[in-house]
T-cell receptor, first 112, second 113 residues
Framework: NAGVMQNPRHLVRRRGQEARLRCSPMKGHSHVYWYRQLPEEGLKFMVYLQKENIIDESGMPKERFSAEFPKEGPSILRIQQVVRGDSAAYFC??????????FGSGTRLTVV | GNSVTQMEGPVTLSEEAFLTINCTYTATGYPSLFWYVQYPGEGLQLLLKATKADDKGSNKGFEATYRKETTSFHLEKGSVQVSDSAVYFCALIVDTGRRALTFGSGTRLQVQP
């Protein structure tokens, strides 16, 4: 039973490009969460999704960031027109209905 | 709102020393409390948890007790090893529809041989 799979592990983008981060939850998990970790800081909640629905996006920046969790395929976190301040580690977690977060290994985004 | 405060690091100890990492919290509602560990270049792993007052979570020699009266969840280990070197995060979740973890800023532990 594979864990939460995130790819790519490392992503380098130039300012103004788009970044697409993928997360495949654990088998049987229908809830996905995205968190961002800035250097030397804790993780900050961004968005909570279930299949085809955004449940809570209160932690998402108002512009340039979007997330989806389609019926088929991985969850995608998209960052348009990236800026240097978007450089961070982005972690995905999944859970079954109620308990038990499992985190992926993260995608480390570097904007140059 | 919810918040978690951890002692600042880095904490540097010699092997076999006693470890305490302080964690206090504020929460609207009754939280569950967690300690996560992050090894270099990796994601977070759940270390232990406690869901109600006076519960003690334990794993791999680490312990933490949910103290409602002091709103604390301090992490302890009697004898640390070099392999315990990592960043430790205290976190909470309040069982509402939001289901988002609130994390502390993390405490880096360095254990020297």
């Amino acid at each position: 039973n594979a864990g939460v799979m995130q790819n790519p592990r490392h992503l380098v983008r130039r300012r103004g490009q788009e970044a697409r981060l993928r997360c495949s939850p654990m088998k049987g998990h229908s809830h996905v969460y995205w968190y961002r970790q800035l250097p030397e800081e804790g993780l900050k909640f961004m968005v909570y999704l279930q299949k085809e629905n955004i449940i809570d996006e209160s932690g998402m920046p108002k512009e340039r960031f979007s997330a989806e969790f389609p019926k088929e395929g991985p969850s995608i976190l998209r960052i348009q027109q990236v800026v240097r301040g978007d450089s961070a580690a982005y972690f995905c977690a999944s859970s079954p209905k109620k308990e038990g977060y499992t985190f992926g290994s993260g995608t480390r985004l570097t904007v140059v | 709102g919810n918040s978690v405060t951890q002692m600042e690091g880095p904490v540097t100890l010699s092997e076999e020393a006693f470890l305490t990492i302080n964690c206090t919290y504020t929460a609207t509602g009754y939280p569950s409390l967690f300690w996560y560990v992050q090894y270099p270049g990796e994601g977070l792993q759940l270390l232990l948890k406690a869901t109600k007052a006076d519960d003690k979570g334990s794993n791999k020699g680490f312990e933490a007790t949910y103290r409602k009266e002091t709103t604390s969840f301090h992490l302890e280990k009697g004898s640390v090893q070099v392999s315990d070197s990592a960043v430790y995060f205290c976190a909470l979740i309040v069982d509402t529809g939001r289901r988002a973890l609130t994390f502390g800023s993390g405490t880096r532990l360095q254990v020297q041989p």
